[in-house]
T-cell receptor, first 115, second 116 residues
Framework: GENVEQHPSTLSVQEGDSAVIKCTYS??????FPWYKQELGKGPQLIID?????GEKKDQRIAVTLNKTAKHFSLHITETQPEDSAVYFC??????????????FGKGTHLIIQP | ETGVTQTPRHLVMGMTNKKSLKCEQH?????MYWYKQSAKKPLELMFV???????ENNSVPSRFSPECPNSSHLFLHLHTLQPEDSALYLC???????????????FGSGTQLSVL
């Protein structure tokens, strides 16, 4: 089955700096890659996603890049702010239909924004 | 507010107790899910219901029993749990049924379960 590795497990950056979280996947058939943000006491919330026919997607301060050949994708957050502090999860979809039940998650990255 | 409500937020139970977790979604979605979240581990999919029919059971122990009486409500019945079952149990919903192209999951805030 699909295996998703996520690094680092903890990332501390100064406010205003950029943060990068990386994930690798094992199944070349995966074609959907979402990122979820989980704040303390809340469930994960989708913040951005990318499909395999696109190499990069951007939404304000957040961007995701995908390298299908190397089977890795990354989350980039620029101009970090205190409200970016949270746990971030990457995921990959293993079914060709892309159904949500096919999502395999990484272990998460605890992002800490230092004031 | 995501539109997915879970109760209770916290639950402490003994190994011989029987309890139920409740989830309700107000989004008109067709699929609902139970996930288990443990520290330092990826989210684990437990059950999927699509159009009120269970479509996947990822080898979850029988001490966990799901119920989906309609497309808006999902329950997880718990009995004779073990201490290692202590975790955050998350409910989620998605607009499409299994195999649909819209894969976005909407999560509730979870029930933090402690088994003593």
């Amino acid at each position: 089955g699909e295996n998703v590795e996520q690094h680092p497990s903890t990332l501390s950056v100064q406010e205003g700096d950029s943060a990068v979280i990386k994930c690798t996947y094992s199944d070349s058939a995966s074609n959907y890659f979402p990122w979820y943000k989980q704040e303390l006491g809340k469930g994960p919330q989708l913040i951005i996603d990318i499909r395999s026919n696109v190499g990069e997607k951007k939404d304000q301060r957040i961007a995701v890049t995908l390298n299908k050949t190397a089977k890795h994708f990354s989350l980039h957050i620029t101009e970090t702010q205190p409200e970016d502090s949270a746990v971030y999860f990457c995921a990959a979809s293993k079914y060709s239909g892309g159904g949500a039940d096919g999502l395999t998650f990484g272990k998460g990255t605890h992002l800490i924004i230092q004031p | 507010e995501t539109g997915v409500t879970q109760t209770p937020r916290h639950l402490v139970m003994g190994m011989t107790n029987k309890k139920s977790l409740k989830c309700e979604q107000h989004l008109g979605h067709n699929a609902m899910y139970w996930y288990k979240q443990s520290a330092k581990k990826p989210l684990e999919l437990m059950f999927v219901y699509s159009l009120e029919e269970r479509v996947e059971n990822n080898s979850v122990p029988s001490r966990f029993s799901p119920e989906c009486p309609n497309s808006s409500h999902l329950f997880l019945h718990l009995h004779t749990l073990q201490p290692e079952d202590s975790a955050l149990y998350l409910c989620a919903s998605s607009p499409g049924a299994r195999g649909a192209t819209n894969e976005k999951l909407f999560f509730g805030s979870g029930t933090q379960l402690s088994v003593l």
